[in-house]
Nanobody, 115 residues
Framework: AQLVESGGGLVQPGGSLRLSCAAS????????ITWYRQAPGKERELVAA????????DYADSVKDRFTISKDNAKNTAYLQMNNLKPEDTAVYYC?????????WGQGTQVTVSS
């Protein structure tokens, strides 16, 4: 069972990226998906979360109205659409799938926002 993130990269301030989190080896549709990020020297923080059926998205205040989380259970993939990126969004972004005591993490994807 694994999660694989992709879609990170270098983008200028104001730009956009879409991160993907592809799942395999477990019943993705039953799991809550959460995106976290960790910047150098800082603790990992929650960015956005979505329920197992893809509803009730929730966001950190710092990304509200700029980021959109979604979940496609038919494709076993979750997404994080990031618009109007700022330098302070620079971090490694991680995908987490959780169902009770069962949890999976991806390896992370680097997002760098810089001119």
């Amino acid at each position: 069972a694994q999660l694989v993130e992709s879609g990170g990269g270098l983008v200028q301030p104001g730009g956009s990226l879409r991160l993907s989190c592809a799942a395999s080896g477990f019943t993705f549709s039953s799991y809550v998906i959460t995106w976290y990020r960790q910047a150098p020297g800082k603790e990992r923080e929650l960015v956005a979360a979505i329920t197992s059926f893809g509803g009730r998205p929730d966001y950190a205040d710092s990304v509200k109205d700029r980021f959109t989380i979604s979940k496609d259970n038919a494709k076993n993939t979750a997404y994080l659409q990031m618009n109007n990126l700022k330098p302070e969004d620079t971090a490694v972004y991680y995908c987490n799938a959780r169902l009770g005591a069962s949890a999976y993490w991806g390896q992370g994807t680097q997002v760098t926002v810089s001119s």
